[in-house]
């Protein structure tokens, strides 16, 4: 009685087994493109017919999923648009998915199927620790890499295949508290506040703090909190208590969101700067009216004047009737930088001419060598990968009357 | 062939520390102790690879092999004097309470790990120094941890000190009054269960490049103790099939989504839906098969059609036993 | 002395979160002796309900994109039949998880592992279909002030009213719970079913009903504690697990299935955590751990609880 469903599951495993090993060794129903059987260093494959092929690697599980599921959402846009555009000079481009979830290993096995499954390139991941792990796997395998939302230092210094379109944490900074003093230049002291358990808002505020004593303010209090914390009293009370007129707050969406509301709500009035990663309209309904006049340094703004951001954004609105986040930018952007190297390269060599191993390669160079008009404004990269970016952005929020919708608002 | 094997070599080895940690779970479990701490430990482990790789040992290129088995010896040391001390004080601790005492002290640690400047705060470290050009290689590594882990505690069971274990998971209070050193007993299942997990851990680090304090973390003490309940948790060959088996599954389940025939949400599902697969076969096996699917009845079963069939003989029949856990 | 007044008021509305949610775990512990683990995704999927009865849609992400029910329920009537649906999957959750292995007199282990089983099913359920939002309440306090000004001056003592509710309905379900257990007849069925299962079969008390309905209350009690969690902040998929883990430290802080004693060891971890000084506010999450810890090993039965006397 307890045989049977054991051998069964045994063998159903077995079988499954089997077929999974056999169909690997396929090279996998999903590689359209290739007509024999594919090897992982894809010396010898030919890149012919139709598709071409990228791959995305984000959190679309876990806690992470949130910034994860953006992204998605700017691939599948950039996929729409630019296949609208012919593709690669007539190539249609297609996205392979893959879900890094939101640790390490998740982010090895995902990059490391899709490296399998014969993509040119992958944008991704989504956690500046898994790009650490992940990463590593890629340069090996010789795949060119763009993180879309790594920006812990270290990253495109990991290797000459991986590069960034996410501006590293230093720039962006700065420029905010500049607007904010621009708005009351009588500011003495600030606040500080940051989630620790976040590796990215743990970098950002050194920053922030370094802005701050460079400007001669007076850094009266840092406080910490956890990303998963939804009440922040005693931090709000320390705060309110060190008299700041100034708060600066590193976090995300959620946590940062109820930060600043909490705030409001027990009666702070000063200036609240908030960090890049409560650059998105989820922070919108978790503060509500709240979180009018929140500045927030950006390194995209929905506002940008060029004919790409202009159809992204309408893209974007159409679909959800809302401003892009950062997040969903960037990962438009790390496609269309694939996508529009791609076009270049095809133009001094066809590609169904190199094999995969090469035309990786040469897509790599492709993509460290060109400057690309995106939404983020005009960009290139420097030799190790790292982005160059024109421009950043401080953007005050405006909360409609009902306190139910909002808008980012550019201030310079 | 080899290129083939060398793409799925992170699932390997994955799947060969999967099975060292259900031993490091199994073990206590041997002395009836269902201790949720293995994280902690694994954790810990990996954090004195990372920190001994990048800070202490200054490497140029190949980081050699001879250093992994110093990381060995430091984490070994540093596991087994940490589950001493956590092993002592929770001595008078049984069931639900020795479980949640575990849990806690993995929290704890996780956040001093959070919080410390050595062990990198809420980056973690990373470009932890690679021993090995592939991931295959780190076979050479986590096999060997696998295979004596196992054959050790195979043997644990028929020497004394394994069936002072048994005793005291069957009764404890009547293991004491026959003279049986729980304590001893209690203590010595903890120890070599944290140590196993920091060996682990070790070889982690290195394999996946960055360590940071999400690796301590109650979901990874779940998926441990998943491998035990739904592997086994009355032999040792439980533990590493469920880690094996479990640790395969999520990216069965990936391949599994890339099937044409499937509707997108089907597919969807198999992607990203494998937690709810996983909950769901965790509360099923413990509804349906409490003691794991691989139990010492299967085994004598098996044992028996390798003999060629006849009736169960003296060490075949099954014992009965309490439906328990612990 | 003004500080240490707005810190133990601090302490008290964060406690009475702990003690709202402690609540649910504390009536299945003390009529079954397990923990229910899939406390804290009944507790989510409560707060989900209520979202959804207030009319507001669900996020872009998910199988269920943009979806939303056709009603548009004021707050607390959408907390009511949210809470009385968490009850529901409650009951649901006892016939999937306990029921089978308590009819084989199960190890309390196994259950507690079963629960958990469930409690990651359904949490990552609910992120398939609705996506791992933040989602929000909204002004649902309409005209009401956000805060409460107790002390004038310069730093006033401030409490967000939010946190005054859910402090007055943690009171009041702690009241209402007591005097359920001991002024009603269900309530001495439900102590005699405490004590000792098989003889309350014996003396022909319907056992099952007895515990379908504890779990339906544990149930109602989480879906409330949810929603108002949720409006004190912002919730999402996840933030059952979260506060579950606390949960526990304060149920054995203050004796496991006591129900005054959920209270009072939410409460105490809740002003421990309070008074944490701001330079430690890093270590502020491992406190309730370290308090789990150090009552286990030296009075494992808690604050309010009895010793537990082992019978040979």
Known sequence: MRLHPVLALVCALSVGGCAVSSSRAQGGQEAKSSGQPAANTGAGQQVSGDAVLLGIAVAETSNVALLGQEEVIG???????????????????????????????????????????GVLGIVGPTLSQQAFAADTRAEAAGVPVLGPSNTAKGIPQIGEFIGRVSAGVDVVAPLAVEQALKLNPAVKRVAVAYAQNDAFSASETKIFQATVQKKGLDLALVQRFQTSDTDFTSQVTNIVGSRPQLVIVSGLAADGGNLVRQLRELGYKGLIIGGNGLNTTNVLPVCGRFCDGLLIAQAYSPAVDNPINKRFVEAYNQQTGNQPPQFTAQTFTGVQVFVDALRRLDKTQRLETMDLKTLRSELNSAVLTGTYETPLGQIGFDPEGEIKQQKFYVAQIKMDKGGKGGRFVLTN | MLDFLNSQGTIYVSMALGGVLGLSLYLPLLAGQ???????????????????????????????????????????????????????????????????????????????????????????????????????????????????AALFTWRLEKVRVGRAFAAVRADELAAASMGVDTTRAKITAFVLGGVLAGLAGVIAAHQINTWSHRQASFDASIAYLAFVLIGGSRTFLGPVAGGLFLTYLPEWLREQAKHEFLPTWAAEFLRTGRFII????????????????????????????????????????????????? | MRLIFQKLLNGIAIGSVYA???????????????????????????????YALTGAAFGRNGQLRNASLPLELNFWLALTLGALGAGVLGVIVERLAF???????????????????????????????????????????????????????????????????????SMVMVVALTLLVNRTRTGKGLRAVAEDLTTARLLGIDTDRLIRLSFFISGVLGGIAGALIGLAGSFNYQFGVAIGLKGLAVIVLGGLGDIPGAVVGGLVIGVAEAFVPAEYNAYKDAVPFVVLLVVLLVRPQGILGRAQVQKV
Not at chain 2, 38 to 62: C, D, H, N, Q, R
Not at chain 2, 100 to 105: Q, S
Not at chain 2, 305 to 314: D, E, F, H, Y
Not at chain 3, 24 to 48: K, W
């Open chain 2, 34 to 148: 269902l201790s949720l701490a293995s994280p902690g430990f694994y954790a810990l482990g990996g954090f004195v690879a990372a920190v001994m790789s990048t800070k202490t040992f200054e490497v140029e290129g190949a980081y050699p092999v001879h250093l992994v088995l110093i990381e060995f010896v430091v984490a070994a040391a540093l596991c087994g004097v940490l589950a001493f001390v956590v092993g002592l004080a929770a001595l008078r601790l049984t069931g639900i309470y020795l479980a949640l005492a575990t849990i806690a002290f993995v929290e704890v640690l996780r956040v001093f790990m959070l919080n410390l400047e050595l062990t990198g705060g809420a980056v973690g470290i990373f470009a932890i120094p690679q021993p090995f050009g592939t991931q295959l290689s780190y076979l050479w590594l986590a096999g060997p941890l696998l295979i004596a």
């Open chain 3, 99 to 169: 029921r089978p292995l308590r009819r084989r007199g199960s190890d309390p282990l196994l259950t507690l592992v079963s629960s958990l089983g469930v409690a990651i099913a359904i949490v990552n359920i609910l992120q398939y279909l609705f996506g791992a939002e933040n989602y929000s309440f909204g002004e649902t306090l309409g005209s009401m002030r956000a805060s409460v000004t107790l002390a004038g001056g310069e730093l006033p003592v401030v409490i967000r009213t939010k946190q005054i509710v859910i402090f007055v309905v």
């Open chain 2, 278 to 326: 996983y909950g769901v076969l965790l509360a099923a096996s413990c509804v349906f098969f409490p003691r794991g699917l691989i139990t010492p009845e299967l085994l004598g079963r098996i044992k028996r059609i390798g003999r060629g069939g006849g009736p169960p003989r003296g060490q075949d029949l099954p014992q009965p036993e309490p439906e328990a856990v612990a």
């Open chain 3, 20 to 50: 709202l949610f402690a609540l649910g775990y504390t009536i299945v512990f003390s009529i079954l002796r397990v923990i229910n683990f899939a406390h804290g995704a009944v507790f989510t999927v409560g707060t989900y309900l209520t």
């Open chain 1, 75 to 117: 691939a599948r846009i950039a996929e729409r648009l630019l296949n609208a555009d012919g593709g690669v000079n007539g190539r249609p481009v297609k996205l392979l998915f893959q879900d890094t979830g939101g640790d390490e290993i998740g982010a090895i096995n995902a990059f490391q199927a899709l490296i399998n499954a």
